[in-house]
């Protein structure tokens, strides 16, 4: 499976914002945008032409940065995305959020979507009581995803929790720390995604 194993710090930087990609590491001094607030490269200093292409382009290298896909991947979300009914640009950041790597993330059972994705390829999560190791699954309002039986003493689970515990669970989904399982209650309205995409950029970048 194709994927980005390069630094996950470079990457904030060439958006020239913090993605979070890292977890708690991306709140302390140790974050590569404290350090080097500016793109990669021996250019990286240099102030680029914001031209209306670059921005939207950029827009679209960040949304697929914070999810952790790649363009053919991203392209086809965004195919489906205008296939269905409603705003586009909503449609696409909802099929991203509804990734099941997204939603471990976003339950607390991870420190990253990187670590989310990890987890779920190894088989740590189920769905519905089946063990699920895709971390592109669509999750869908009304399952039940739970940490699998022999994997709830996880140190990295834990460890995701303590440091997850000041951050709010978004509101269409639900979480029993007890149980080390969440609900999805409905699919993500547009309010209730923070990631922080300009979704109408990439719509108008991929209508060209």
Request: charged share 35%; glycine share 8%.
């Amino acid at each position: 499976m194709a994927r980005y194993t390069g630094a996950d710090c470079r990457q904030c930087r060439r958006e020239g914002e913090k993605l979070f990609l890292k977890g708690d590491r991306c709140y302390t001094d140790k974050c590569g945008m404290e350090k080097r607030p500016y793109p990669p490269g021996q250019a990286g200093k240099k102030r680029p032409r914001d031209s209306e292409y670059r921005v939207q382009l950029r827009e679209k290298q960040k949304a697929k940065r914070i999810y952790g896909v790649l363009e053919k991947q991203f392209r086809t979300y965004y195919q489906i995305a205008t296939r269905q009914p409603g705003i586009t640009g909503e449609n696409l950041l909802r099929l991203l959020e509804s990734r099941l790597d997204n939603a471990v993330y976003r339950l607390g059972f991870a420190a990253s979507r990187d670590e989310a994705r990890q987890m779920v390829r190894h088989g740590h999560f189920t769905v519905d009581g089946h063990r699920v190791d895709i971390p592109s699954f669509r999750v869908r309002p009304g399952a039940v995803i739970a940490v699998g039986e022999k994997s709830k003493d996880m140190t990295a689970i834990k460890a995701a929790l303590i440091s997850s515990s000041k951050i709010e669970v978004p509101g269409w989904l639900e979480v029993d720390v007890e149980k080390l399982q969440g609900r999805v209650l409905s699919l993500p309205a547009r309010e209730q995604i923070e990631a922080p995409i300009r979704e109408q950029l990439i719509v108008e970048l991929y209508s060209k």
